[in-house]
């Protein structure tokens, strides 16, 4: 079974730090084109970062402000993002996708997505 497993999600206080993992397994997502998305209550998913396999193209959303940093480590077909000064508005769903596609900020863009993992921040 393909899947997309991500981990490392929590409660934490504004200002705290979690450090999202998304490992893959049952196939290869080496050479794909990796993103995270988020989604909040009542909310549509939005884009959060993305790279791609070369590591030489990353995008962020605007709103993220260097606070997150999102990196991969393809001898071990994982994908992480580091979230630093977390705010309560932060607080969502995490979603990782991957696509065979160029990095988009699109989730219609990406063919395979993991479970998600729940990031709640206090005030």
């Known amino acids: 079974q393909v899947q997309l497993v991500e981990s490392g999600g929590g409660f934490v206080q504004a200002g705290g730090s979690l450090r999202l993992t998304c490992a893959a397994s049952g196939r290869t997502f080496s050479y794909y084109a990796k993103g995270w998305f988020r989604q909040a209550p009542w909310k549509e998913r939005e884009f959060v970062a993305a790279?791609?396999?070369?590591?030489?193209?990353?995008d962020y959303e605007d709103s993220i402000e260097g606070r997150f940093t999102i990196s991969r480590d393809n001898a071990k077909d994982t994908v992480y993002l580091q979230m630093n000064s977390l705010k309560p508005e932060d607080t969502a769903v995490y979603f990782c996708?991957?696509?065979?596609?160029?990095?988009?900020?699109?989730?219609?863009?990406?063919?395979?997505w993991g479970q998600g993992t729940q990031v709640t921040v206090s005030s």
């Open positions: 996708a991957a696509t065979e596609g160029a990095v988009s900020r699109t989730p219609l863009n990406y063919n395979y």
């Open positions: 790279v791609d396999w070369t590591v030489s193209i990353i």
